[in-house]
C-alpha cells in the first residue's frame, strides 16, 4: 500500500464522517419506524389470542374436525411460506432467516416429501429465485410503507384451497418474531392443520371452563368464516412481527457501524497527525540543510 499523503489521509477522515452521517441517521429512522412497528404489535396480540380462545371453545360445542383444514394427513407436499425483509442493512435479520429455510427444506426432502415455496419479501425471493427451487408465489415490497392485507388475504387463500384441494399435506409459516423489546429471533410454527391445544403456544393461557354458544346462523358458515378470519389475523401478525424485527435489526447494525466509523475516524486522525509531523520534520530538515550549505 502506498504511503498516503496528509491531504489524501483528510479526505479519507472526511468520507468517513460523511458515511457515520448517513448510518446514524438511517439508525434515528430505524429507532423511530421501530416504535410505532412494537405498538401494532402489542395491539394485534391480545386480538390474535382472543380469536384462538374462540376458536378452540368451539371446537368442545361443534365438530371442527370436519372441517378440510382440521384433517391430519400423510405428509407428502409441505408448503413453506417465508417471510424475510425488502431491504438489507439490517445485519443477520435475513441471512439467518434464509439458512433456517434451507435447512428445513433438506430435511423435508431427505424425508421424500416435496416443499413449496412462498415467499414474502423481496430479499428472500431474491436468494431463492436465483436457485432450484419450488416457489409458488413470491411478493415483494410488501413492507414499504404500510404492510398490504390484500397480500395476506390471496397468501390465505392460496394456502387454504391448496389444503382442500390435499395439494398440501402441511404448511409451516418461517419468519422472525420479537421475543423482548430488544431481541428477536427467527420463529418457524404450524400454521396447517392448525393445532387449537395450549402446546401450541405457551403464551397463551387458556381458562378452565368454557362458555356456551348459540349459533342464530348456519354453524358450518359461521366457523369457516372465524377460521378464514382467524388464519389470515396469524399471516397478518407474522408480517407485524417480521416488520418489527427487521426495524430493530437495522437500527442495531446502524447502530454498529456508526460506533465502528467513530473509532476509524480516530485511527486515522492519528495517522493523519503522524504524517503531519512527518512531513513538518522532514521539511525542517531541509531549511536546516539548506542554511548548513549556506554557510
Not at 397480500?151 to 387463500?157: I, Q
Not at 398440501?168 to 400454521?191: G, I, Q, W
Not at 513538518?280 to 530538515?285: K, N
Request: glycine letters at 4%; hydrophobic letters at 40%; aromatic letters at 8%.
Amino acid at each position: 500500500m502506498p504511503k498516503l499523503s496528509p491531504r489524501d489521509i483528510r479526505r479519507k477522515i472526511q468520507g468517513i464522517k460523511n458515511t457515520r452521517r448517513i448510518t446514524n441517521a438511517m439508525k434515528v429512522v430505524s429507532a423511530a419506524k421501530l416504535r410505532k412497528a412494537q405498538e401494532l404489535i402489542y395491539a394485534s396480540r391480545p386480538y390474535s389470542e382472543r380469536l384462538y380462545e374462540v376458536l378452540r371453545n368451539l371446537s368442545t360445542h361443534t365438530n371442527l374436525q370436519s372441517s378440510p383444514l382440521f384433517q391430519v394427513r400423510e405428509e407428502r407436499a409441505c408448503d413453506l411460506v417465508l417471510i424475510t425483509a425488502d431491504r438489507g442493512l439490517a445485519g443477520t435479520f435475513n441471512i439467518s432467516l434464509i439458512k433456517k429455510a434451507e435447512d428445513f427444506i433438506a430435511e423435508k426432502q431427505k424425508q421424500g416429501v416435496k416443499v413449496n415455496m412462498i415467499i414474502v419479501g423481496r430479499k428472500g425471493s431474491q436468494y431463492f429465485g436465483r436457485r432450484n427451487y419450488n416457489i409458488l408465489r413470491a411478493y415483494e415490497d410488501v413492507f414499504r410503507k404500510e404492510i398490504n392485507f390484500n397480500v395476506v388475504k390471496e397468501v390465505g387463500e392460496l394456502l387454504r384451497d391448496r389444503y382442500s384441494r390435499e395439494e398440501s399435506d402441511c404448511t409451516v409459516l418461517m419468519h422472525n418474531e420479537m421475543v423482548t423489546r430488544a431481541s428477536y429471533k427467527p420463529l418457524m410454527r404450524v400454521f396447517l392443520p392448525p393445532k387449537l391445544t395450549c402446546e401450541e403456544d405457551e403464551s397463551i393461557s387458556m381458562p378452565e371452563t368454557y362458555g356456551v354458544y348459540e349459533f342464530e346462523v348456519n354453524v358450518e358458515t359461521f366457523v369457516n368464516k372465524l377460521l378464514d378470519l382467524y388464519l389470515n389475523y396469524q399471516i397478518y401478525r407474522a408480517m407485524l412481527e417480521s416488520n418489527a424485527a427487521e426495524h430493530f435489526a437495522r437500527m442495531v447494525a446502524m447502530d454498529n457501524a456508526t460506533r465502528n466509523a467513530d473509532e476509524l475516524v480516530k485511527t486515522w486522525t492519528l495517522i493523519f497527525n503522524k504524517a503531519r509531523q512527518e512531513s513538518i520534520t522532514s521539511e525542517l530538515i531541509d531549511i536546516v540543510n539548506a542554511v548548513e550549505a549556506m554557510k
